[in-house]
């Protein structure tokens, strides 16, 4: 498969041609009778077969609906979906809702926060398995059912057999979200998308899922694009990061780069108020205000009212977008040095 | 696959102590396995439907038999065990058969709102926006007036008879079972496990029929079943006011009417058929209420 080539390829930064995913120029739009929600301004980004893309940011901006655009599982009629959206040679903005059917949960599948709301209660584990399979593949029963108990296996449940028959509520957490995985890789896809998989999680379970997502990704040489508000995770499991902010992404790049000299004044700031490297009983950086309200226009910078190094300009025009190579970017006027001097 | 490190993986398995895998469905019958209550009501509905069923055999008499020698003869009467009644026929027979009438009243009219209301209501919840206000005011209509009224009316515009007095049962019994379906689907509608399926790709139809269904069929088929006895006591009623069965045919309500008369020559007589809705309809309320017990248990 040439899918296994490109996975050993990519992680040393090899460039292909043509990546796996393509977003240009993303903008996203909640239009209801008497608001207008701008909850993704203008988002781009690449991605390689057998990358993995963390998205960092706080809750609202954007990243779940980033997302969730790629695979237009947004509320249908509410929404207005505008750029340039590829996967694979699908061109998604274009596609019918039948033609996404065929790829949703075949080509692109997806992980959900919650494992436990997730699954269908009334359905034991393995039906819910093969009913994925049996509808991409047409396959027998017969053959889904032994699809699955090999799934199960992938995602290293104990006695799978029993698992198989087993309803979720009769499975504790982490095999909830380890059977959630089996779901989504059960008909090979070359994308997954995960909502804050490990969120739901207690601490040993999420390293533990981490560790078997980050290694299946590897084996199957998918692309993966993780959603996440936990630095930790993004550190663990990510090639890129890319950290959103009022549905724009302020810094891109990859992951030892990012956590390690971050550019923008947000990415600094959101790293400062980690509780590594603080002496215990020490207060925390945290960053002052809130985001911004999606409903109204943002003229310039959106982080500006909350930044540390601002000036009157950036409240004026929107942040240049400071390119450091091909695959690093950040968006802030303020020049490398006067931002390092007053992040220290 | 074998670097997963070993000890965590036991320790995974070990953790894991293993419940006993049961279905949703076989421990709704544990549960009710275990409350006795529920089994004893469920008991005296099966007594009472197998003597129904088998009153054709079990009769010690033509329940449409008069005998004017014999009117209003009290419990013991020579073979009449249970009396008889004003025309002289007896209860005993007239009892029996009577169940079929009643247990038929009760449960048609049930069954049939049930696969109409819950297919409505399914469809107006996961559907959402027009077709759930249309079909919703629609059932609001039926709402505005009170149940017995609306089934009294609709009886009396279509005139008596069995089948007359089951569909206006139905047509009244459709409202609130089509508004308990829509509320349980509007509810699992905005569950994270039809968005996932969604996202595996598929399609309404299969959403509805494979997650939604199976969701919301619990909580139909308990109020469901609390409907039963409301049934058949409209029935009665509908009888009792001679819009339902038609005599002779011998029926709980019409007994309960006709023999109303005579509460002061056999009160013990006259109260039997009371007695028998009675105990049907809060046997069939009861086995609802444990049936709610044992099903509503969320994981």
């Known amino acids: 498969m040439p899918l296994d080539a490109l996975a050993d390829a990519t992680p040393a930064g090899v460039q292909i041609a043509r990546p796996l995913v393509e977003v240009r120029d993303l903008n996203v739009r909640f239009v209801s009778r008497d608001s207008r929600t701008n909850a993704v301004n203008g988002v781009s980004f690449s991605l390689q077969a057998g990358e993995v893309l963390c998205i960092i940011g706080e809750s609202g901006s954007g990243k779940s609906v980033t997302m969730r655009a790629l695979m237009k599982m947004l509320p249908e009629g509410k929404t207005r979906i505008e750029g340039y959206l590829r996967v694979g040679e699908h061109l998604i903005a274009d596609m019918t809702d039948r033609q996404m059917r065929a790829i949703r949960g075949a080509e692109v599948s997806m992980i959900f926060q919650e494992p436990m709301t997730a699954l269908d209660p009334v359905c034991t584990i393995g039906q819910q398995i093969a009913e994925t399979i049996m509808r991409h593949e047409g396959c027998s029963r017969k053959v889904a059912d032994a699809r699955a108990l090999e799934l199960l296996q992938v995602v290293r449940i104990p006695s799978p057999e029993r698992r198989l028959k087993a309803y979720p509520h009769e499975l504790s957490g982490g095999l909830r979200q380890r059977s959630m995985i089996a779901i989504a890789l059960s008909c090979r896809p070359r994308l997954l998308l995960a909502d804050e998989p490990t969120t739901a999680l207690d601490a040993t379970v999420q390293a533990q899922v981490l560790v078997l997502m980050r290694k299946l990704q590897r084996e199957l040489g998918m692309a993966m694009i993780f959603v996440t508000h936990d630095l930790g995770v993004a550190a663990q499991i990510a090639d890129k990061v890319a950290v959103m902010y009022a549905g724009r992404m302020v810094e891109y790049g990859p992951v030892a780069e990012v956590l390690n000299s971050p550019r923008h004044p947000y990415t600094r700031a959101m790293l400062a108020s980690n509780v590594h490297g603080h002496a215990r009983g020490e207060d925390l950086d945290t960053i002052p205000g809130s985001p911004p309200d999606m409903r109204r226009p943002i003229r310039g910078c959106a982080f500006a009212p909350r930044c540390k190094v601002a000036r009157t300009s950036c409240a004026i025009e929107p942040p240049p977008v400071v390119h450091l190579g091909p695959d690093r970017y950040f968006a802030c006027i303020a020049n490398d040095a006067s931002a390092e001097a007053a992040a220290t | ?299």
């Not at chain 2, 036991?10 to 396995?33: I, K, N, Q, T």
């Not at chain 2, 996932?196 to 469901?224: D, K, Q």
Request: positive net charge; hydrophobic residues 55%; contains cysteine.
């Open chain 2, 1 to 299: 696959m074998s670097d997963v490190n070993a000890a965590t993986l036991a320790d995974f398995a070990a953790s894991e102590a293993s419940p006993p895998v049961r279905g949703y469905w076989a421990s709704v019958g544990h549960r009710l396995r275990y409350d006795y209550a529920t089994l004893f009501f469920l008991s005296v509905i099966i007594v009472v439907a197998l003597l129904a069923i088998c009153a054709p055999w079990l009769a010690p008499f033509d329940p449409t038999k008069t005998a004017m020698a014999y009117r209003l003869k009290p419990v013991g009467f020579k073979n009449f065990m249970l009396g008889t009644d004003d025309l002289g026929r007896d209860m005993l027979s007239r009892l029996l058969w009577g169940g079929r009438t009643s247990l038929i009243m009760g449960m048609v009219p049930v069954g049939v709102a049930t696969v109409i209301g819950g297919f409505l209501g399914v469809l107006a919840g996961f559907v959402g926006g027009r077709v759930n206000t249309l079909i919703m005011r629609a059932m609001d209509i039926f709402y505005a007036f009170p149940s017995v009224l609306l089934a009294v009316a609709i009886s009396g515009t279509l005139g008596g008879g069995i089948k007359n007095g089951m569909l206006a049962l139905t047509i009244v019994f459709i409202p609130p079972l089509c508004r308990v379906a829509e509320s349980a689907t509007t509810l699992v509608r905005g569950l994270d496990f039809v968005e996932a399926a969604r996202a595996s790709g598929a399609t309404t139809l299969s959403i509805i029929l494979h997650h939604v269904l199976g969701n919301v069929l619990s909580p139909i088929l308990i109020f469901a079943s609390s409907l039963i006895s409301v049934s058949i006591l409209l029935g009665s009623g509908l009888s009792f006011l001679g819009l339902g069965v038609e005599p002779p045919t011998p029926d709980w309500g019409l007994m309960l009417s006709a023999l109303r008369s005579g509460i002061y020559i056999q009160p013990l007589v006259c109260a039997l058929p009371g007695v028998a809705i009675f105990i049907t309809s809060l046997s069939f309320n009861l086995v609802s209420d444990g049936l709610r017990q044992a099903m509503d248990v969320k994981a």
